[in-house]
């Protein structure tokens, strides 16, 4: 069965240094996500991403954070200078678009994320 | 410093009876709803989704009712088993064009045996 895949499962960095998240979508999905989970809290949207630029980001997205799909299979996510309030499960996801029932293809398929500790 | 985390609220089964996690969205705009699975460790896992024109659907021992009303949505899961202990998330789409989700705080399903 397809699934989303992200590498590393977990990143180790120092406060300030540039980190890359990445993964690969579902084939043949279209829309792209990025979402966080600080330790024992909600699960949190930053960005969507669809025909290669950004469709919605939030407020946690901020001038830190960009994202990119450098080819036809990986979407990455960069954080510039890390932070201490960065630490947190990083989860990509991503989506038909089209095709299928109107419910199928909205369905978000998630990886099983990138812990990311930044000390 | 001391880190602040969510209570989540916690439901407890036997094995083999049926679960009720309840959820309250936010946004009566909301069009599209989806409950998630999460076990310790991994990613949210797809259940099951409902439109906001649907009152109930049915998957593989589980049932998804949305009440519009009081903005109230309810996962049902039929003959529980012990696999099926994890986080339970309900999540709404409020709006936009990329469809991005909103997730609710979580509840932790336990199944004793």
């Known amino acids: 069965e397809p699934e989303v895949t992200q590498t590393p499962s977990h990143q180790v960095t120092q406060m300030g240094q540039e980190v890359i998240l990445r993964c690969v979508p579902i084939s043949n999905h279209l829309y792209f996500y990025w979402y966080r989970q600080i330790l024992g809290q909600k699960v949190e949207f930053l960005v969507s991403f669809y025909n290669n630029e950004i469709s919605e980001k939030s407020e946690i997205f901020d001038d830190q954070f960009s994202v990119e799909r450098p080819d036809g299979s990986n979407f990455t996510l960069k954080i510039r200078s890390t932070k201490l309030e960065d630490s947190a499960m990083y989860f990509c996801a991503s989506r038909p678009g089209t095709s299928g029932t109107p419910l199928a293809k909205n369905i978000q398929y998630f990886g099983a994320g990138t812990r990311l500790s930044v000390l | 410093g001391e880190s602040v985390g969510l209570h989540l609220p916690t439901l407890s089964v036997q094995e083999g009876d049926n679960s009720i996690i309840n959820c309250a969205y936010s946004?009566?705009?909301?069009?599209?709803f989806i409950w998630y699975k999460q076990e310790s460790g991994k990613g949210p896992q797809f259940i099951i989704d409902?439109?906001?024109?649907?009152d109930k659907r049915q998957g593989q021992r589980v049932t998804v009712l949305l009440n519009k009303t009081v903005k109230h949505l309810s996962l049902q899961i039929t003959a529980t088993q012990p696999g099926d202990s994890a986080v339970y998330f309900c999540a709404e789409n409020i709006g936009g064009s990329a469809r991005q989700l909103t997730f609710g705080s979580g509840t932790q399903l336990t199944v004793l045996p």
């Open positions: 946004n009566s705009a909301s069009d599209y």
């Open positions: 409902i439109r906001s024109n649907m």
